[in-house]
């Protein structure tokens, strides 16, 4: 049986081939479904040293029983294959440079995934509330990253809420009065 020999047109292509053929193909699939499975627990992000420090903060923070993956990937199949596609660069970077810098980028859709609860649509509501979750600081572009940044991953920040200041980058003005 050999399978160069019909892929060369030399052998008629048999059942044995076909099976053969097949067998590969749920030999990969398999291999990777299960390495998508494998690299998506937070564990395996450990695994690079570059990495310790950030699932270390993460480990203390409210958001340690989220998964990385469920922050820094986008949702869906097309969001797997992207973060997989830019791990394996990491993984290149990792090999062939000496200094590696991990950036992920945090995506507001993943944050409403577990906090659309948050977004106030009523902000006259929300405001009397003092609560600054509203749709008027969406539409005026400002997302979940521009006052929680650093929430996971600076174990100073990973525990409060954004300070007064943060609030004062926009609205001293009003804060003023």
């Known amino acids: 049986m050999n399978l160069w020999m019909v892929v060369r047109g030399k052998e008629k292509l048999t059942g044995r081939h076909i099976v053969f053929i097949g067998a590969i193909i749920v030999f990969l699939l398999l291999s990777a479904g299960w390495s998508a499975a494998y690299t998506s627990r937070s564990e395996f992000c450990r695994t690079c040293h570059e990495m310790d420090s950030m699932y270390q903060s993460w480990q203390v923070s409210a958001h340690k029983n989220v998964a990385c993956e469920d922050c820094h990937a986008e949702p869906g199949a097309i969001g797997v294959m992207k973060a997989k596609g830019k791990g394996m660069r990491e993984v290149y970077v990792h090999v062939t440079s000496s200094k590696i810098e991990p950036k992920a980028n945090e995506r507001d ?45 600076n174990t100073q920040l990973n525990t409060m809420v954004p300070s007064r200041d943060t609030c004062a980058s926009c609205h001293l003005d009003a804060m003023r009065k």
Do not use: E, R
């Open 109 to 153: 859709i993943n944050c409403y995934n577990c906090h659309q609860d948050k977004v106030k649509t009523n902000a006259d509501k929300a405001l009397a509330a003092k609560d600054p979750h509203t749709v008027k600081h969406f539409d005026n572009g400002m997302t979940c990253i521009t006052c929680h940044s650093g929430l996971v991953h």
